[in-house]
């Protein structure tokens, strides 16, 4: 009888040896910064809540590494040739985590709710331009544009536009259903999200986690402390200033990629002298931006033309950008009646260090020019009220955007929402290139109208895009098929914990 | 006594009451706008409008205030504006969170600080009360953060001893007790020097005394002349310094559930303050400040237990 016992006590023991470590190996443990506001997809607006939106949920579409638009829930899509009729065929037997199947009619009820102004989504203004839906069947979906736009599919992989379950709108934000490989276990706010995985993913194999954790943690000494000690697994968007905290340990990889998250010099063209395109040219032409990368970003980045991110297949690799030309410089502010240069002051919001780096920089940059800046530098509420849009002169910065018509027509475009505000620049040229973009039918004719627009920011630049910021995630050894998305999610969708 | 407590509480009701009434004051005139928060930075008016409007934000601010009180009085401390979630749960677990910490370090501090307070009253002018004195120093005068980091790159990074945050999972305890520690120790070597101090002073007053030269000359053992004569009667400024410390404890306890990670009242109100998000924050001061009044209460009462006179006096007033 003893042995029998202490035979089934060592089976016992052996089992819980065996099955801890496997159980305890499925779970991915991520540190993140900040606090999630909301779970509901519509109404995020920072990366941490991006990160659930892309692993509870998922879109029509999704863009894969290189910015091309692959299929997710939709199968497959076809837009008529005025490119104001799009149709969507949903993949079938897709289940929400409540286990109703997705129809046609989920997808309208997203859009719907993204386009009332009173949920309050940033992506509202890219869906204003669908002006009606209707359900073919329940497999089905059709647009009609008020104009047309070939970048309606690539909308449709945006952070904000998951499509979520017509039957529980109400509680998203505490209990969101999704389609998405995880599915919410808990949420503490200023503690963690807990996912787990969900074995009806419509991806066969896929989930190869058991469980995801997101800690919230702000201290980044602490984050280094915990990766290293093995608390958590992976640190999500490392801080600049804090690399040098996570490179020294040999258990720890850091895994860098380009986003199309930019700062950029603002010049605002209502405002003299910057409403002469040939100062703006001299002002582009004294920045380095190699020398930007290092000073503001420490390296951490990728020098550019435009928001176009270097790697990205539209990137004119062959245009010429620097180094910077003083004596063009000087030649073409003397031309504009300024020989003996000007002082302007410019102003830079606190609290965000790599576009006060900039500020110190320009200054710098811009004295050989006999350009002398004054440096203001503003606190957030007041450079959003008083210095965003109105001032002559400024740092700012924006994030990524899901398609490149959507990270440039407004900011380059003579009508565009973001140009009307910052800069006031118009070049029909310009208006030209972006419209045949948005227009064309092929990814040649695309990328041909966007090499363009390329030679077209330089020759006559609004402002200066100097760099896209890198994304960067420090990850343990044992973490394996980890890659950082440019989008700043985690798609952990073939990630392993060994 | 009885008394003497039913009017103490009813003079915290009325307190309460006023600062209800300034929190919800205070709140309406901050800059920003919870609208433009949860519509993002770039949102056109418009939009901004429609968001106001669910809210109910476009009511007069009386009716506003009233339909916010008369909720709290019926125990609704309402849904928070920005994570669209109850108050009422989110704040009883960062509030059980927050206590825990709080009162274990107060015990650390009251235990320590007394017992090196008397240490270096009964050792003054030696090596051992210099010493005490300097390191309880070195506590006081650099800020929290700094120690916090310090204690994770030694306990957490270098030693792997102890997590570097986080409250653990509540399922099992001793994970939360591990989770304690470092923070823990952060309070109260930040305030530790406040009581060790004043303990020591008013021992070494009442060692001087006549009483304590009386009893010590009855011939009384020095431990029972230095516990029982001399410790109750120096003890009534340190009790008035623990409530004090009390207060600066809320205080300390949003920086150090920063660097920790601890998800703690201190957090929860950070990030309300940050987001805008109003009720969150009238629920969350209101709470604090209940939490300081019943703080002052309980050191009077304490007070008044250890001192007689004063129960009698104002009693009678």
């Known amino acids: 009888m003893r042995r029998v016992i202490g035979f089934a006590l060592t089976l016992v023991a052996a089992w819980i040896g065996w099955v801890q470590p496997a159980t305890a190996a499925g779970t991915l443990k991520v540190a993140v910064p900040s606090n999630l506001n909301t779970l509901d997809p519509a109404k995020t607006k920072i990366g941490e809540e991006y990160i659930v939106n892309f692993l509870v949920f998922s879109g029509l579409t999704e863009i894969d590494r290189d910015g091309r638009t692959k299929p997710d829930l939709a199968e497959r899509w076809t837009a008529s040739d005025d490119l104001k009729t799009w149709t969507f065929y949903l993949r079938k037997g897709v289940k929400f985590h409540h286990g109703r199947e997705l129809d046609a009619q989920d997808v309208i009820a997203t859009v719907a709710r993204i386009q009332d102004k009173a949920t309050g989504s940033v992506t509202r203004v890219n869906f204003e331009l669908i002006d009606k839906m209707e359900a073919l069947d329940n497999y089905t979906v059709r647009f009609t544009l008020k104009a047309p736009y070939a970048g309606l599919a690539d909308l449709f992989s945006d952070r904000q536009a998951r499509i979520v379950p017509r039957d529980r709108v109400d509680t998203l934000a505490t209990a969101p259903s999704g389609t998405g490989p995880f599915k919410l276990k808990s949420f503490t706010p200023g503690d963690r999200v807990e996912l787990e995985k969900n074995t009806a993913y419509f991806v066969p194999g896929v989930p190869q986690l058991d469980a995801v954790v997101l800690r919230i943690m702000p201290e980044s000494a602490a984050q280094a402390a915990a990766i290293e000690n093995g608390e958590v697994d992976l640190v999500w968007n490392l801080p600049l200033e804090a690399i040098e905290q996570f490179k020294k340990n040999p258990n720890i990889a850091i895994d860098s990629v380009p986003t199309s998250t930019w700062d950029g010099i603002i010049m605002n063209g209502a405002h003299k002298p910057f409403d002469d395109p040939r100062v703006r040219r001299a002002i582009s032409l004294a920045i380095d931006k190699k020398a930007m990368v290092e000073l503001a970003l420490f390296g951490y980045g990728t020098p550019t033309h435009t928001m176009i991110p270097p790697g990205h297949p539209f990137y004119d690799g062959d245009l010429k950008d620097g180094p910077p030309d003083i004596a063009t410089a000087k030649k073409l502010l003397a031309e504009a009646g300024l020989p003996n240069g000007f002082d302007v002051t410019m102003y830079t919001p606190v609290g965000r260090p790599t576009r006060e780096r900039i500020g110190l920089a320009v200054r710098e940059m811009l004295k050989p020019i006999n350009v002398r800046v004054d440096i203001q530098r503003v606190p957030w509420d007041k450079f959003i009220n008083e210095v965003e849009g109105k001032q002559a002169f400024y740092v700012d910065g924006f994030y990524s955007r899901p398609t490149i018509d959507a990270s440039i027509y407004p900011w380059y475009h003579s009508g565009g929402s973001w140009n009307t505000t910052l800069w006031n620049y118009k070049n029909a040229d310009m208006d030209k290139t972006l419209d045949a973009a948005r227009a064309a039918r092929t990814e040649s004719e695309q990328k041909a109208n966007y090499i363009k627009f390329q030679v077209l920011a330089l020759q006559d630049p609004p402002g200066v895009i100097p760099y896209v910021i890198n994304h960067m995630n420090a990850y343990r050894k044992n973490v394996k098929g980890f890659q950082s998305s440019p989008m700043m999610w985690l798609d952990l969708r073939r990630v392993t914990v060994q | ?317």
Request: aromatic share 8%.
């Open chain 2, 1 to 317: 006594m009885a008394f003497y407590i039913a009017r103490r509480v009813a003079a915290i009701a009325l307190i309460l009451l006023v600062i209800s009434i300034l929190i919800f004051a205070i709140t309406q005139v901050l800059p920003g706008n919870v609208a433009r928060m949860i519509a993002g930075q770039f949102a056109t008016p418009d939009v901004i409008a429609a968001i106001q409007a669910k809210l109910g934000l476009n009511d007069p601010l009386v009716v506003q205030y009233w339909r916010w009180a008369s909720r709290i009085v019926s125990g609704d401390l309402g849904q928070s504006l920005i994570m669209e979630r109850p108050i009422g749960p989110m704040l009883r677990t960062a509030l059980a969170n927050s206590a825990t910490l709080a009162a274990v370090s107060l015990v650390v501090i009251a235990i320590g600080g007394i017992g090196l307070g008397i240490i270096a009253a009964i050792r003054h002018n030696t090596a051992l009360d210099h010493g005490i004195s300097v390191v309880t120093f070195l506590g006081i005068s650099v800020p929290e953060f700094f120690w916090g980091i310090v204690l994770i790159l030694v306990f957490a990074g270098y030693l792997q001893w102890l997590p570097s945050g986080g409250a653990g999972d509540s399922a099992t305890g001793a994970m939360s007790l591990k989770h304690l520690v470092l923070p823990a120790a952060t309070l109260t070597f930040a305030l530790i020097a406040h009581v060790s101090r004043m303990t020591r002073s008013s021992m070494l007053e009442t060692l001087s005394s006549q009483y304590v030269l009386y009893a010590r000359a009855k011939g009384l053992p020095e431990r029972v002349v230095l516990i029982r004569h001399a410790l109750r009667n120096a003890l009534l400024p340190t009790i008035t310094v623990l409530a004090i410390d009390l207060g600066l404890l809320i205080g300390g306890i949003v920086v150090v559930e920063t660097v920790f990670s601890y998800p703690g009242l201190g957090r929860l109100l950070l990030f309300a303050i940050e987001r805008h998000d109003l009720p969150l924050i009238q629920a969350t001061i209101l709470v604090v400040a209940a939490i300081y009044c019943c703080a002052n209460l309980a050191a009077d009462l304490l007070y008044a237990y250890f001192n007689p006179r004063i129960r009698y006096g104002r009693a009678r007033g």
